[in-house]
């Protein structure tokens, strides 16, 4: 014999069955009542859009500064990297020569013997 035979899925198939016509019985009330609410209070409905819209737009403009700051700080970090000297890439000082001329002891002539 076996044991799942024993199980009787009848009653749990009409329990779950009538709690899903009641939860949709009762949506569609509310969804009934709420329509016609809007229909019989247009500027209430429409003052609620708007407080809506503006709580959305309100929500959009932050995210997008938001994701702003963070494209801005990873380009800033970005760039700052690409500046900086990486170990086993400068074979000379040719690349800086130029940013750093007139600048500093290479072109005053303490080092290089050039006055």
Same mark, same amino acid.
């Given at each position: 014999?076996?044991?799942?035979?024993?199980?009787?899925?009848?009653?749990?198939a009409?329990?779950?069955?009538? $709690? +899903?016509?009641? *939860?949709w019985?009762?949506?569609?009330?509310? /969804?009934? !009542?709420?329509f016609?609410?809007?229909?019989?209070n247009?500027? $209430? +409905?429409?003052? *609620?859009?708007g407080?809506?819209?503006?709580a /959305?737009? !309100?929500?959009?403009?932050?995210?997008?500064?938001?994701?702003?700051? +963070?494209?801005?700080?990873?380009?800033y970090?970005?760039?700052r990297?690409?500046?900086?000297?990486k170990?086993?890439?400068?074979?000379?000082?040719?690349?800086?020569?130029?940013?750093?001329?007139?600048?500093?002891?290479?072109?005053?002539?303490?080092?290089?013997g050039?006055?």
């Amino acid at each position: 014999m076996d044991w799942l035979s024993n199980i009787d899925t009848g009653g749990i198939a009409d329990a779950a069955s009538s $709690a +899903a016509a009641n *939860i949709w019985d009762g949506v569609s009330d509310f /969804a009934t !009542g709420a329509f016609t609410w809007i229909g019989e209070n247009p500027e $209430a +409905a429409n003052l *609620i859009g708007g407080v809506a819209l503006g709580a /959305a737009q !309100g929500y959009m403009a932050d995210r997008q500064a938001r994701d702003q700051r +963070a494209f801005e700080r990873e380009m800033y970090d970005k760039r700052r990297e690409d500046r900086m000297a990486k170990p086993g890439e400068v074979s000379s000082y040719d690349s800086h020569l130029k940013t750093i001329a007139g600048k500093g002891l290479l072109s005053s002539g303490m080092i290089t013997g050039e006055v």
